[in-house]
């Protein structure tokens, strides 16, 4: 299951810039949490929940920042 995880970080690499792939890897703990749910019966607590949704807080505010730089043209 890791090559599928590797090789999907080095194609997004390859297509998208590396400010916006390097903040969403953030992310896969949260995918493990998720899938661990119905694949092993794990229960994540109040406090693992609460982390995970300031993780995806963090994540939409960095891509968001992103896009805003992105659609601003340069002053120089």
């Known amino acids: 299951m890791a090559p599928i995880g590797y090789l999907s970080i080095s194609y997004a690499l390859g ?9 969403t890897l953030i992310g896969q703990p ?4 998720i ?10 607590t109040g ?5 995970g949704l300031i993780a ?3 994540i939409y505010i960095i891509n ?3 896009r805003a730089a992105e ?5 120089l």
């Open 15 to 23: 297509h998208l810039p590396a400010r916006v792939v390097s903040p």
């Open 30 to 33: 949260l995918m493990t949490t």
């Open 35 to 44: 899938l661990a749910v119905p694949l092993l019966g794990e229960i994540p």
């Open 47 to 51: 406090l693992q929940l609460t982390g």
């Open 56 to 58: 995806l807080a963090g």
């Open 64 to 66: 968001q920042s992103h």
């Open 71 to 75: 659609q601003i043209p340069s002053q």
